[in-house]
């Protein structure tokens, strides 16, 4: 299993901005984790709300111990909200699952981390990381 | 009251990690807890993803903790969620009322301990642990 | 960096419950966590106390988190004890920094999980999961 | 109040790492919280053991939260070792009072925010962040 490198988390983050800047989003905030939940690198920009670490932290955490990215995970929230709680539970309260924590794939798909970002919509937070991923060369699940 | 071996509860892991081949599901996580709700045995399939521990402890432990098997606790959460969600609070928020936490019981009845088991759905979870536990000659309740 | 497989594991935990029968140690309980600190397997034998499984996971969680085996992070709590407290405060209190976590290592000296184990002295302890390590043709850090 | 920009964090943190590459020092992480002690900016070399996010977060907090940095948060947790056991009480657990967690200073002398340094030794840690923050323009106090 392949892992992120830093010079990788910081192409993931650098591109994430680029392109939130790009869609101009409102300020972002970009969190990389590794293949055990740990988080690798962080960055929020200036004028972002200054409990940004722990959502951004909350959707990658969730997609990495789960297996599961940000969009599936609010599915099943919506379904069956007392489950995705009772996950929370177990994880310590850190499991934020909305779009926008992203899994991350190695060349055979095994998942080697995650990515999560927080700012804007959901549903930009995600598009935005997504370009990210890609300029890494690496494989997202959003 | 008879105790959960920790013979019976390799047999019951290995038997459920068979049955989970057998029926191709994802790879699975099977935890055995005693009666009192502490850990006897565990094992994650390769692939599975880190988080599993917990998720397979949590269907467990409200199953032991209650006497209450998944099935009965996840109707409960259905038609009453924040019962669940204080229950979680009680247990420090180590319960996951879903399938696939079965209560064990020995030839005269009595609650002896619990397996919880996660990878594929709820339900193909409790499946497979059902078949590990009758394994092991002892009674499962789903 | 190579992973700890479920047969990797399983062999180092029979392996180090072979050794703790053959040196007559009491009940042992053995963990093997993944690079990130998760549990891939676990087995307590019969007779020993229902808490040790977190007194297995605290050994081997501080040394995987830390990069540091149980005797250097001993050698640590006995010059510096509040440094200890303070780590223990930041992983959640599953920090146990005596002899019997030790760090696994492949080839090429990279950390790839780590083994807990307890039930006798914390010397003992850390000889048996020695062997185990040994056994699975892995290195061993204790 | 200035505050620390993005930009600044990114010079701390690469600044940092350089002086760290420099010296030779084990891998490194770096954190930059704010004047509030929330994140700003994080990354960890490759190489670095998994949990060292919140050793560095927790050597910054208790520097911004208690207006006292690592060198003298030490001083005061060898006097009354209590004494830091209870501000960790009140801080969550998220205080480690050794070096390696510098204040930030405006020109006028303000704190507007700290830096934690983990890796090496606390006193290595806390040389490499010196050099970072002022590269960065800004004022360290370790």
Known sequence: ??????NKARTIIRKTLAKSREMELKPMSVVVLDAGGHVLAFEREDGASPGRFGIAQGKAYGAVMLGMAGKAQMARAEQQAYFMAAVNGVYGGQVVPVPGGLLVRDKRGAVIGAVGATGDTSD???TAAMV???AAGLAGEA
Chains 1, 2, 3, 4 share one sequence.
């Open 124 to 126: 930009n937070d995600a």
């Open 1 to 6: 299993m392949a892992a992120i490198t830093l």
């Open 132 to 134: 990210g991923i890609e």
